[in-house]
């Protein structure tokens, strides 16, 4: 079992930048790819960007250039730096952790509560 706890949203004006941390407990945090998604008012949640085990990265085209994801494998801790954000990022951003250490189409098993982020025109 692993425990997601997400932190650091909030309301920003459009251009602002917010950081995301995502605290992981239970399991070896190292083995595990990881990832962060959103779910705006009325929309499927989507994911925004992924790292793997071994720190490979990937991102959404409405992120990339904008957002970075890291990880800290010392503090099991997940990042996500949003830079120059938009009102349309507006949404609720979940951390989520994979089962293996490569990002697979299964959806990860572990999830975070969620944190808000709002931005404001």
């Known amino acids: 079992q692993v425990q997601l706890v997400e932190s650091g949203g909030g309301l920003v004006q459009a251009g602002g930048s917010l950081r995301l941390s995502c605290a992981a407990s239970g399991r070896t945090f190292s083995n595990y790819a990881m990832g962060w998604f959103r779910q705006a008012p009325g929309k499927q949640r989507e994911g925004v960007a992924t790292?793997?085990?071994?720190?490979?990265?990937a991102y959404a085209d409405t992120v990339k250039g904008r957002f970075t994801i890291s990880r800290d494998n010392a503090t099991d801790t997940v990042y996500l730096q949003m830079n120059s954000l938009k009102p349309e990022d507006t949404a609720v951003y979940f951390c989520a952790a994979y089962t293996m250490g490569v990002v697979t189409t299964t959806p990860p098993r572990y999830w975070g509560q969620g944190t808000q982020v709002t931005v404001s025109s």
């Open positions: 790292i793997t085990s071994s720190g490979s990265t």
